[in-house]
């Protein structure tokens, strides 16, 4: 867990120093660093919406089964509340996505957007 920590708060001095490296100099390499950390933030980013929306709709799915088969008349009523709780979980992979898309194409970090 340590690690995990340690590595994370890398990446993130790591993206700080090279926004302002990118921004007080022309180096090619400090942006080039920039873009490429920036490229990992939204790949990290959408990896972990797909993984969070998949134990989450698994999660779900088990628990309606499990509800299934305890009493198979209230079948519909599960597997209708099932899916209504499935289309919520899969928007958050979808604002994962959305996230990644505009990391990667606005520059947010760079400037480029107005912030």
Known sequence: MKLKTLMLLTLASSIAMADTASSSSSDAHARALFYGLMAVAAG??????????????????????????RNPNM?????????????????????????????????????????
């Open 75 to 115: 079948a519909g009523k599960l597997q209708t509340i099932m899916f209504i709780g499935l289309a919520f979980i899969e928007t958050f992979a979808l604002y994962a996505m959305l996230f990644s898309i505009i990391f990667v194409f606005t520059g947010i970090f760079s400037g480029k957007a107005g912030f």
């Open 44 to 69: 990290v980013s959408i990896g972990l919406g797909a993984l969070g929306a998949g134990v989450g709709a698994g999660s779900a799915i088990r628990g309606a089964e499990e509800g299934m088969a």
